[in-house]
């Protein structure tokens, strides 16, 4: 989870250009983590670091040894914190301030070299991504299969003895997410193969995964196959069949994460949003039962209206 606080706070400071988070703890939660997780990694007879003993998104597999997400978040989190220390010199003097506590040297050179030489997972000869070391080891059983071994429906699957811990059988988004999140690092074959080979074994027992595989979806060119996982995900306090216990512990209520990320696929996934400096750049790929789709992103302090539609794409500066 500090791993996506730092990929969040890092991306939100350079798109909103809000500086204030830094300086109220944002700097401190960077450089903290960062220490955290060079910690966690070893260096390995092989000359590369890895990350043991860890659970990924995949809450069903817990104490996993290079969990592929974990350790490319990882990656990322060196990287930036090694760029927050070149940027030393343009911080403001609170900023510099606040890093002036730290080895800022001896930092970088520790966080650069395990930023080189973290191990991260490779796709097999089919192409897809093992989740962790010995994942495709694990018994290939079916959804169904593993799930008329329960012995109580509310039973949890994970865990040291759950149902699903001893098979390929996951609960939630792992690779996929790491797809998304650093997809300009793959080509489309590689996006399609892993989405279509996780897609079967994806329980879906968290409502933060119907998103993911949307928004990998829409990535892969196929928003039509993305529209079914959007709709679970927006639908998620509308209908039924959530998991409400796991176990005899009640962990019902709203979902305003999944609604988040239906918003996301809504307009990153479908609309095709993303930005590259000043510019906003928009790739619609809607489903084929939609029209239209126009929204407004308030990007850099400025407010923009973005129409796509049937004629093609507008974009229009409001304020």
Known sequence: VSLAIVYNLWIYSQLTEDESILTDGGLDLIIETTKFWLNKAELGDDGRYHIDGVMGPDEYHERVNNNGYTNRMAKYTFEEAVNVINLKDELSEEEQEILSQYDLDDLKNKFTDAAENLFIPQPNESGVIPQFDGYFDLEDASIDEVR????????????????????????????????????????????????????????????????????????????????????????????????????????????????????????????????????????????????????????????????????????????
């Open 148 to 319: 008329s071994r329960l012995l109580d429906p509310k039973e949890y699957w994970g865990g040291a003895y759950g149902v699903a811990s001893h098979t390929q059988v996951i609960k939630q988004a792992d690779v996929v997410t790491w797809l998304n999140m650093f997809s300009k690092e793959f080509d489309l074959d590689t996006m399609l193969k892993n989405l279509e080979y996780y897609e079967t074994r994806t329980e879906h027992g968290s409502s933060l995964s119907a998103c993911m595989y949307a928004l990998l979806a829409c990535k892969c060119n196929r928003p039509d196959k993305a529209y079914d996982f959007f709709m679970k995900s927006a639908s998620a306090d509308i209908k039924q069949g959530g998991k409400e216990w796991a176990g005899l512990v009640y962990i019902g209520g709203t979902h305003p994460a999944a609604a988040g990320g239906a918003y996301m696929v809504a307009l990153q996934g479908f609309g095709g949003l993303s930005f590259d400096g000043d510019e906003i750049i928009v790739k619609p790929n809607l489903p084929e039962n939609w029209n239209r789709l126009c929204f407004r992103v308030n990007y850099n302090n400025r407010l923009y209206e973005i129409d796509i539609n049937e004629a093609g794409v507008t974009k229009k500066e409001l304020s």
